[in-house]
């Protein structure tokens, strides 16, 4: 379903963006009315999975660096339109991940790389 209003289209998440964007035959109606298309297949990720995941590249691909400070559990909510819970949970998966340190009081930075050595 895609909601048209004077603001224009509901936002979507990009999968599901890309989705509707590749149906050329999707109905587009006046301001306001929501129109019914053929369903768009699912999401596959939670919000809170698309935002680790994009936080998650951007450690490993060398974006952000071992020490750096991550953006606020706050700032990243915002930033993707989330509730502050959503993001945290995001969060609480990169901490599992091994990939960020986080401490009480204090802002949470990308963990340094665990170099796995062979010892003889």
Do not use: N, Y
């Not at 339109?81 to 949470?108: P, W, Y």
């Amino acid at each position: 379903m895609l909601l048209v209003t004077e603001g224009g289209a509901e936002a979507l998440c990009g999968q599901c963006e890309a989705a509707v964007q590749a149906r050329p035959d999707a109905a587009v109606g006046p301001i306001g009315k929501t129109i019914k298309t053929e369903a768009a297949p699912p999401c596959e990720l939670a919000p809170w999975e698309v935002i680790a995941q994009e936080l998650a590249d951007a450690i490993k691909d060398g974006t952000m660096l071992p020490g750096e400070d991550v953006p606020t559990v706050g700032d990243i909510a915002q930033a993707h339109g989330v509730s502050v819970g959503t993001a945290h949970r995001a969060f609480t998966q990169l901490k599992k991940d091994g990939l960020i340190e986080v401490s009480r009081g204090r802002r949470a930075v990308v963990r340094q790389h665990q170099e796995t050595a062979d010892v003889a």
